[in-house]
């Protein structure tokens, strides 16, 4: 499985190194910041980011504020963590949209778990890198894509696509965002290419292409009925 990519956002510089070194350890690819702002510029700037730690208290932009900001273009999990653990600040917390809160001090070895936990449960990814939504099952190592149980013959790109799409399931996705991370930044064909590949991909994939639905003048959305 490609190496996931966590950010954690704290203004405690020792904090940040204290999980850094756990989560690194466990194989994950992380990233910093110190306070809210400069979390938003590394979310939009890197593609690919699995899940987000988050501070409550911090400079510039608190957590929630944060959170919020996150929200508006994306599911992505967010553990909040807070020194508050008065029931309030965690309605307030997930009011924003958190999956988890984790109240301060806590132990490393236990958040450590509880990201794995929410990985696995946000992408259904288990240890062999294998994907599985609603029959559909990807293979990312191997490259194989199976339908209830039957192996269906993708392009490099139809796979990349299908794989984009249950990543960022419920999702509203732009052609143009899907161009950014499917074909990457130095694609300047027509976004008409996108059209053409969902309509091969939706006809391999049979009734299960139905998932794949489209959002008119905008792009497309992965869901699960």
């Given at each position: ?45 890197n593609k ?12 510039k932009m ?148 139905d998932c ?14």
């Amino acid at each position: 499985m490609d190496k996931l990519k966590i950010l954690i956002v704290d203004d405690e510089s020792r904090m940040r190194k204290l999980v850094s070194d756990f989560l690194t350890k466990k194989g994950y690819i992380v990233l910093e910041a110190g306070d809210g702002e400069e979390a938003i510029d590394i979310f939009y700037n890197n593609k690919d980011i699995s899940l987000v730690i988050l501070d409550v208290m911090m400079p510039k932009m608190n957590g929630w504020d944060t959170c919020k900001e996150i929200r508006k273009d994306s599911k992505v999990p967010i553990i909040m963590l807070t020194a508050k653990s008065d029931e309030q600040s965690e309605l307030t917390g997930f009011d924003c949209g958190a999956d988890e809160y984790i109240s301060k001090p806590f132990s490393p070895k236990i958040l450590t778990a509880r990201v794995d936990a929410l990985i696995r449960r946000t992408y259904s990814v288990d240890s062999n890198g294998i994907t599985e939504i609603n029959g559909i099952v990807i293979d990312k190592s191997a490259h194989i894509v199976k339908i209830d149980g039957n192996e269906i013959d993708l392009s490099f790109k139809e796979f990349e696509l299908l794989t984009y799409f249950v990543e960022n399931k419920g999702i509203a996705l732009s052609r143009e965002k899907i161009l950014n991370n499917v074909w990457n930044y130095d694609y300047f064909g027509d976004a008409r290419t996108i059209d053409t590949h969902v309509k091969k991909l939706r006809k391999k994939m049979g009734e299960k292409g139905d998932c794949i639905k489209t959002i008119w003048g905008m792009g497309y959305k992965f869901e699960v009925n």
